[in-house]
């Protein structure tokens, strides 16, 4: 049987990994020149199933007015005449309450739990460095950052997740470097059991790996629609581009089944078919810079809670990754963001690293309005989806991959998928 996968970042590479496991003759298509090179590239680099969170969370509208005229922000907004963001944020909107929250937490921690368990069984078979930490910490700027964790602990609780709650002290602790913090934090929340890890290193070497036992890349192929006949997908009309990027010709690239892992570009490739998957891109942004006093620097992995912006370590480097902005489909920097990211290095770790070999990151997150993914049919019989993972998807990509390759190739997940398809959206 053979399989294409429409996307080369990591949600895409590893699902192509797992349906070759699972028997299948497997080709990823990708626009770009190599794997992981958008929403993949320069995210925080965090796996923390414990943490993962909604952005639709009790308060968070509240929040945005509170951020929206602060040069130091976490939330960007930019109302536009797009009538897709208005019902996104409409649909949003009515996912921020309590009820609502719970479900759609536990749903995405079904997932990213899932996904860790089939990462450590995977690094037990292949053991390669993606730059791995142990332990996350949230770090409290003020008694309101300790109230807005209060329904995000209380999930943590009811699901028996590992945690901690810190002082500053305790903070200190478990990250030393935190002795040179421009303040001292009001609390912290320490998950000894989440992790971090660079993801594009890990999807470069999981390509490597693909390659190896059997998986075809093909690079510089834009997808331009999906051809179906009888309601099955049959396969892929593409563009094929040149190395200097003039358009060569267009084609069809056959296949059995096709998966759909385009991050935000999936919605406008299912539209013409009446596949409405309501992804927004929300931008983020990061900055990677090299470490020059290791005793200065963070050990792991840590979470601004206040100012949502997560400082990872990676060997020599650190990542710096935070800011969510609404309403720019552009994947173009933008310096109140930037700044927000330099702040909060310097509160906490002002001697760790190298400013001057700052290299910055914009990236186009797919998130869905209630928070979960969309993993399995589409509507469309042989045409599957692995999309709307957010800023989640290095977190639940090895997951959601052996969920994709187990569903196309007929076998039973090994999680329950209740929530997590397109039904949800349908009434089913």
């Known amino acids: ?59 968070m509208p509240g929040k945005i007015l509170k951020y929206l005229f602060r040069p130091a922000s976490p939330l960007i907004f930019r109302p536009t005449l797009d009538a897709e963001q208005w019902r996104w944020i409409a649909r949003w909107l009515g996912e921020c309450e309590l ?18 368990a089939c990462l450590h069984a995977f690094r037990d078979r292949h053991p390669f460095d993606y730059g791995a930490s142990q332990g996350y910490l949230q770090l409290l700027r003020s008694a309101f950052d300790v109230r807005m964790a ?23 602790a478990v990250e030393p470097g935190l002795r040179w913090a421009r303040h001292a934090p009001v609390g912290g929340i320490y998950l000894p059991d989440d992790e971090a890890g660079d993801c594009a290193r890990f999807t470069r070497e999981l390509r490597t790996l693909c390659e190896a036992n059997g998986v075809a890349f093909r690079f510089g192929v834009d997808v331009k629609g999906i051809a179906v006949a009888g309601n099955k997908a049959v396969g892929v009309q593409v563009g094929l581009t040149s190395t200097n990027g003039s358009k060569r010709r267009e084609a069809l690239i056959e296949a059995d089944a096709i998966v759909v892992a385009l991050g935000v570009d999936s919605a406008a490739l299912l539209r013409p078919y009446r596949i409405d998957v309501p992804l927004y891109p929300v931008k983020g942004y990061s900055a990677t810079l090299d470490v020059v006093d290791d005793e200065k620097a963070p050990r792991a992995a840590l979470m601004d809670e206040s100012l949502k912006t997560a400082i990872t370590r990676f060997g020599p480097t650190l990542r710096v990754a935070g800011t969510a902005e609404l309403g720019d489909r ?80 007929g076998r039973e997940p090994e999680i329950d998928l209740d929530g997590l398809t397109l039904a949800r959206y349908r009434g089913g």
Request: contains cysteine; proline residues 5%.
């Open 99 to 116: 009820a609502r929250f719970r479900v759609n937490k536990q749903r995405m921690q079904r997932v990213a739990y899932y996904s860790r």
């Open 1 to 59: 049987m053979h399989i294409l996968v429409l996307g080369a970042g990591v949600i895409g590479v590893t699902t192509a990994y797992h349906l070759r496991e699972a028997g299948c003759d497997v080709t990823v298509v990708e626009r770009e020149a190599d794997v992981a090179q958008a929403t993949s590239l320069g995210n925080a680099g965090v796996i923390a199933p414990g943490y993962v969170t909604p952005w639709a969370a009790p308060g």
């Open 150 to 172: 209060q329904p995000a602990l209380a999930v943590l609780r009811d699901a028996g997740i590992a945690y901690r709650e810190l002082d500053a002290a305790g903070c200190e």
């Open 330 to 409: 552009r994947a173009t920097l933008r310096k109140q963001a930037l700044d927000t990211l330099m702040k909060v290095l310097d509160d906490w770790f002002p001697h760790a690293a190298d400013r001057a070999s700052a290299r910055f990151w914009v990236g186009r997150r797919p998130m869905t309005p209630d928070g979960p993914p969309l993993l399995g049919a589409s509507g469309i019989d042989r045409l599957w989806l692995n999309v709307g993972h957010g800023s989640t998807g290095w977190a639940m990509s090895m997951g959601s991959g052996k969920v994709l390759a187990d569903l196309v190739t």
